[in-house]
């Protein structure tokens, strides 16, 4: 089904900077849709490695189009995600397309509805998987229309034209509220069929549940092992007063978790995914810089570029 979403006005992959193998800004995309909802107008930011304008990636045939999408955590903005990914992007040729999430009234903090985290987003029941598919379906179309026509199966996001025929991979990666997101991504029923790896690092979803029909996906997660945000051991309700962190409803703060009555540990959603890609359970701890961190690679059929930064950390 098409999206709801459309862009104010077309827009451009390759401008004058990039296209002459300079490291260019990040542009804005608006969209927005036709009904009388909250958040109907919201962007995203793209940003184009030079290396992909300057030696006509866009137009080559067979090469596969790879596409970070990078969420941001609760309070961040898509700037910082693109910093972050920018030097990955540039190496394997990838674009950065990075949402921006909606805000909070209390704290004016930028989130996502991930089910479990963060603020008014989860409040107010905002649609962002359906605000991300669209942002998706929006960049992928504007892409088709400038080299050629967009399709999909089962297996794969295509770029269609008389010339030329290209695979599109997206790898969706999030910190904290964006590691939530991110993870939501890869259980949701109607999961996207562009996505093809999701590196969630400081948030996972704790509905075992969502993870029963799940098909294999290629993972990669990393979470801190003393995060003091987002605990390891999971975020649930916590009934007594004693056990809530820094006036949360739940053992941890910004309410994360709370619609859980147990808690779900980080290592137990690393055997999920295990067992979902018929994976032999493989985690590790690693102590870096004095701070232990948990990570896992759950990965199937696909190669991830990884970094392994400490994030959520008491020193």
């Avoid at 309070?75 to 190496?91: F, H, L, N, S, T």
């Avoid at 004016?108 to 598919?133: H, I, M, R, S, Y």
């Avoid at 939530?180 to 996207?192: A, I, K, M, N």
């Amino acid at each position: 089904m098409e999206s709801s979403w459309k862009l104010t006005q077309p827009k451009s992959l390759c401008s004058s900077t990039n296209a002459s193998n300079k490291r260019g800004k990040p542009g804005q995309w608006d969209v927005s849709r036709g009904d009388n909802e909250k958040n109907n107008s919201r962007s995203f930011s793209v940003y184009v490695p030079p290396n992909f304008c300057s030696n006509g990636a866009q137009q080559q045939q067979d090469v596969t189009l790879r596409i970070i999408l990078a969420t941001h955590g609760y309070g961040g903005k898509p700037a910082m995600e693109i910093r972050k990914w920018q030097d990955v992007a540039d190496a394997v040729n990838a674009i950065i397309i990075a949402p921006m999430g909606t805000g909070s009234i209390a704290n004016q903090k930028l989130g996502w509805n991930a089910v479990e985290c963060c603020g008014d987003p989860v409040l107010n029941e905002t649609d962002d998987l359906d605000f991300v598919n669209g942002v998706m379906d929006v960049f992928l179309h504007q892409l088709g229309d400038s080299s050629g026509s967009s399709s999909s199966s089962s297996s794969s996001y295509e770029i269609n034209s008389s010339a030329r025929k290209n695979i599109v991979h997206v790898i969706a990666t999030g910190f904290s509220n964006g590691g939530f997101f991110t993870s939501l991504l890869g259980v949701t029923e109607d999961r996207p069929v562009w996505l093809v790896g999701i590196v969630p690092t400081g948030g996972y979803q704790y509905d075992i549940n969502a993870y029963s029909n799940t098909p294999e996906l290629a993972v990669f997660m990393h979470h801190g092992g003393k995060d003091s945000v987002v605990n390891p051991n999971g975020c649930c309700i916590a009934n007594e007063p004693k056990q809530r962190k820094k006036g949360s409803k739940s053992n941890c703060m910004f309410d994360i978790g709370v619609k859980q009555g147990s808690c779900q540990s980080v290592q137990s959603v690393f055997h999920l995914w295990t067992r979902i890609n018929g994976c032999s359970s493989d985690h590790r701890s690693i102590k870096e810089g004095g701070v232990r961190s948990i990570e896992t690679e759950v990965l199937r059929g696909q190669r991830l570029h990884r970094t392994n930064k400490l994030l959520h950390m008491d020193k």
